[in-house]
Structure formats: structure tokens, C-alpha cells
């Protein structure tokens, strides 16, 4: 076998500019999960030790507040370095070959949590959908090997469209992110327009037998809000919602203008910031912050035992209207995809970058001459998503437990902290003082919360699925990326005479 020599696999990536300025936002606005959040926030406050002052406003404004070094991040350097990746770019040009064994591991923890996230978003979305179909009047239900294999279907549509053209890929995941802030902003609307009176009368008709809302209203003992209450769910804003704006930068290099590339990140932060919060403040508007509270958190009412309170099935029955009720239902459940429909794009994108540097085999940078898409990317990852998905399917009961899986992406994030900061300090002539100076102040604030987070997730194992199986899960992956980095780099050095690591000081092309 011969292989040819140079830097990178190829001279230029054979991407194409496909992603307009509203594909490059609502494909982040799909990273940060609104619909998913909105529709799950119960699991976790069902496994609080308090409910006391736990109020989800404040909670998302101090979340986003936390965010905004890593958009300034985000933001500077995918301007600065637009290239397919994005923050495995950064990352792995700013530390250079001497640690690239620690990058690689760091990156590969981040990608897998990545497709654990997507499997367990694909059977939340089956469950959302079985949860909104007798507010329909549809009363199906459906066993588990069914709901697995909604789930691959799902996934399966999903990556086909992106195989076929990634133009196709993009406009789905853009028109499902649209259908579904649409039906949140319907959501809201609905609670913030109908007198509460009607909607507790509404409500009582989807609480489940043995709960009234003056049971569960007056169960609550306490303030709307506290410090350690808010304190406390920070960690479920990292987990769904507002560190996740790495999908317009990792597809940088296939985004059409400037400001496309300039403005999609603190764009797509501020969208998600005001539906988020509003969102869960209409909830409290319509419907009172006590009941709102109790209600979330009780597994019999929530659907984590039995029930099916959440933002999504409560604006359905409070819309009293047929036809918005079928849409707020359908919107729900596009979310779920949308999510999937972003992922299927950017998974595909890490493993993209990681052959083009070498360490992967070629074939994850493979594009189709007739399709122009990574095609078997997108096929190894549709195969390892529909093992997970089954997998997942099988011992759903451990979804919360997952959530430890976290503290891999938030170690990346904190590194790509510190990426930011030598990245500013080596280019003085790329950027005017001020960028710099804010890139230097933004990476060391980036670096400091993603370690608060890492220490929320650790300090609270009981919370925040601190076990075995996510640990375990996150050291393999980051053990696999390491050994996959070493062996690469022995296989060309020992045949072709090649050290693959000097990609690590060179600019990938676009």
C-alpha cells in the first residue's frame, strides 16, 4: 500500500459551503437541546436531596451567565480558525505533538459521550412521543423492542438524508429545529395567555389518579428560590443546554460568509437563553411555582414512574384548541430529532478531522464523488448509535445514571480554556489587542467554570450519575482515543517513515 506523502491525507478537505447563516444558528440552537431540556428537567429534580429554592429561572440566567467566556471563546476563534472540527482544531494545534496522546484521549471522551447522549435523546424522543399520543386521544403504547426500533428508524432517516447530500442534512436538521421553536414559542404563548384558573382545570385532567393541583400546591414548603437551590441544578444546564455551542464551529469550514461564521454562536446562545428561561417561566406564571415544583419532581406525576407532566404535555392540554395541540405534540417530538439530526452532522465532522490528521483510518475521510458527503462516517456511526440505542432501550432505568458520563466534555471544555489562551498568546499579528486581550481573559474563565462543573458532577455522585458504568465509560473512551493516537503514529512511522504528529503544528486546510 502505498500512501501518499505530505502533512494531511489531502490537500483540502473536498467539503463544500453548503450551511447558510440560519443553518450555522438553529444547528446550535439543536446542540443545546431547549425542547429536550424543557420536555426532561423532572428526572432531575426528582433526584434532588431538596427541592427548597430550586427555581429553574435563575437557575438558566446564572447558567448562561457562566457561558458567556466560551461564547466569547467560541466565538473569536472560530473567526480565527474556521476549519472542520473546530475545537478538536484548537485544541490539538494549541498544545502541539508532545501531549497529542493526552488531546486525542480528551477528544475521544468528549465524542463518545457524544453518542451516548444521542442514543439515550433517541429513546427520550420515543418515550415524548408515547407521552403525547393520549393527549391526542391515540392511546398506543409501545414495548421496548418497539421503542428501539423507533428510535433506529429515526436515526436511520436522519443519517440517510446527510449521506445523500449534505445539503439534505442540513436542511432537515434546519426545518426541525424551526418546526420545533415555533412550538415552543406556541407553548409559551398559551401559558402566558390563559388565566390560570382555566389552566388548573386543565391540569387536573392530565394529573394522574390520587393527585389534584391544590395536593400537590400546597405540598410545597418554602422560598420560589434560593442560592444553594440554584447552585444545586446548575449541573443540568451543562448537561442539556448552554456549554453545548460546538456544532457551528466543528462545520465552520462549510459555512457560507463571514458573519455567518462571526455572529452564529452568540446568536444561537442568546435564542436558546430567552426560550429556556421564559419557558420555564411561563410554566411558573400559569400554573404557580409551588405546584410547578412538586409536580416536576414527583416521579408518579412526572412520567419517570407513571404520569406525563412535563412543558410540552402541559401546553397541550392547556391550549384546549385541536389543532395546536397536535402541533405543540408533533413540535415535542421534532426536538428529539433535531437534536439527532445535529449530531448525525457534527459526530461525523470529529471523526472527519481525526482521519485527516492521520490517526483515524482514511476511510472516515472518504467523500463520495457522486454524493459529496463522508459517506462511511456516516454509516460507522449510524452502526455504533443503533448498538447504543439498543443498548440503551435495554437498560433505560439507568438514564440519570449516565449523566456522570459528563465529566469527559467538561474536561475537553476546560482544556479548550486553556487552548484559547495559548492560541492568543501565539497570535499577536492575527488579532488586534482587544480580541486578545478578551480571548486571554475569556479562556481562563472558560477553564475555571468547566472545573466548578467537573467539581459539581464529582462532589454530587448520588445527583449527577457518579458510578462505575459513567466512569468507566469515559475512561475507556479516553484510554481508546490515547492507544488509537500511539498505534496510528507507530503504524506510519515503523512503514511509511512518517510521524503523523507534526500535523499538530500546521493549520488544517479548508
Known amino acids: 500500500m502505498e500512501v501518499k506523502q505530505g502533512v494531511f491525507l489531502r490537500e483540502s478537505t473536498g467539503l463544500i459551503k453548503e450551511a447558510g447563516f440560519w ?18 428537567v423532572g428526572l432531575t429534580l426528582a433526584a434532588l436531596p431538596s427541592i427548597v429554592g430550586v427555581n429553574l429561572v435563575y437557575a438558566s440566567l446564572v447558567a448562561f451567565l457562566l457561558s458567556v467566556p466560551q461564547i ?12 472542520t472540527g473546530g475545537d478538536y482544531v484548537w485544541l490539538t494545534r494549541a498544545f502541539g505533538p508532545r501531549v497529542a496522546w493526552l488531546v486525542n484521549g480528551l477528544v475521544m471522551a468528549f465524542v463518545i459521550q457524544a453518542l451516548a447522549y444521542y442514543a439515550l435523546i433517541a429513546i427520550a ?7 403525547v399520543l393520549p393527549i391526542l386521544g391515540l392511546n398506543v403504547s409501545f414495548s421496548t423492542w418497539d421503542m428501539i426500533a423507533i428510535a433506529i428508524a429515526f436515526f436511520t432517516v436522519i443519517v440517510l438524508a446527510n449521506i445523500l447530500g449534505t445539503k439534505y442534512g442540513f436542511r432537515l436538521m434546519t426545518i426541525l429545529t424551526t418546526i420545533s421553536m415555533i412550538g415552543v414559542v406556541i407553548a409559551i404563548s398559551i401559558m402566558l395567555l390563559t388565566p390560570r384558573q382555566t389552566a388548573i382545570a386543565a391540569i387536573n385532567n392530565l394529573l394522574p389518579s390520587g393527585y389534584t393541583y391544590s395536593s400537590l400546591a400546597s405540598s410545597y414548603k418554602g422560598p420560589e428560590a434560593t442560592l444553594s437551590g440554584i447552585l444545586m441544578v ?6 442539556y443546554v448552554y456549554p453545548w455551542l460546538m456544532a457551528g464551529p466543528a462545520i465552520a469550514s462549510e459555512i457560507r460568509g463571514k458573519s455567518a461564521i462571526k455572529y452564529n454562536v452568540p446568536v444561537a446562545a442568546l435564542i436558546t437563553m430567552a426560550m429556556a428561561t421564559i419557558g420555564f417561566e411561563a410554566m411558573y406564571y400559569s400554573l404557580g411555582f409551588g ?9 408518579n406525576v412526572n412520567g419517570l414512574v407513571s404520569g406525563s407532566f412535563n412543558f410540552w404535555t402541559v401546553a397541550m392540554v392547556v391550549s384546549h384548541n385541536a389543532i395546536l395541540s397536535w402541533f405543540i405534540g408533533i413540535s415535542s417530538v421534532t426536538w428529539y430529532l433535531a437534536v439527532l439530526a445535529y449530531g448525525a452532522i457534527v459526530v461525523v465532522r470529529y471523526w472527519f478531522a481525526l482521519a485527516f490528521d492521520r490517526v483515524w483510518p482514511s476511510t472516515f475521510a472518504y467523500i463520495s464523488p457522486r ?19 439498543t443498548v440503551t432501550g435495554l437498560f433505560y432505568g439507568t438514564f440519570t445514571a449516565l449523566y456522570g458520563t459528563e465529566v469527559g466534555p467538561l474536561t475537553y ?6 487552548a484559547a489562551v495559548i492560541i492568543a498568546l501565539r497570535k499577536n499579528n492575527e488579532l488586534s489587542g482587544r480580541a486578545r486581550a478578551a480571548l486571554i481573559t475569556a479562556g481562563i474563565l472558560q477553564f475555571l467554570v468547566f472545573i466548578y462543573l467537573d467539581y459539581e458532577f464529582l462532589a454530587y455522585p448520588q445527583i449527577w450519575g457518579g458510578n462505575p458504568l459513567a466512569y468507566g465509560v469515559i475512561i475507556g473512551a479516553f484510554v481508546l482515543g490515547v492507544i488509537a493516537y500511539l498505534v496510528a503514529r507507530s503504524i506510519y512511522l515503523r512503514r511509511y517513515g512518517m510521524d503523523i504528529s507534526v500535523a499538530y503544528v500546521e493549520i488544517p486546510p479548508e
Open 125 to 131: 424522543g420515543v418515550f415524548q412521543l408515547e407521552s
Open 291 to 299: 405546584f410547578v415544583t412538586e409536580a416536576l419532581s414527583n416521579p
Open 413 to 418: 471544555l476546560a482544556f479548550v480554556g486553556i
Open 371 to 389: 454524493l459529496g458527503t463522508p459517506i462511511y462516517a456516516h454509516l460507522f456511526d449510524l452502526i455504533v448509535t443503533s448498538a447504543l440505542i
Open 72 to 83: 466569547i471563546v467560541y466565538s473569536l476563534l472560530t473567526t480565527l480558525i474556521p476549519r
Open 23 to 40: 443553518d450555522a444558528v438553529s444547528i446550535n440552537i439543536a446542540n443545546m437541546s431547549i425542547g429536550a431540556a424543557l420536555g426532561t
Open 234 to 239: 446548575i449541573p443540568f444546564f451543562a448537561l
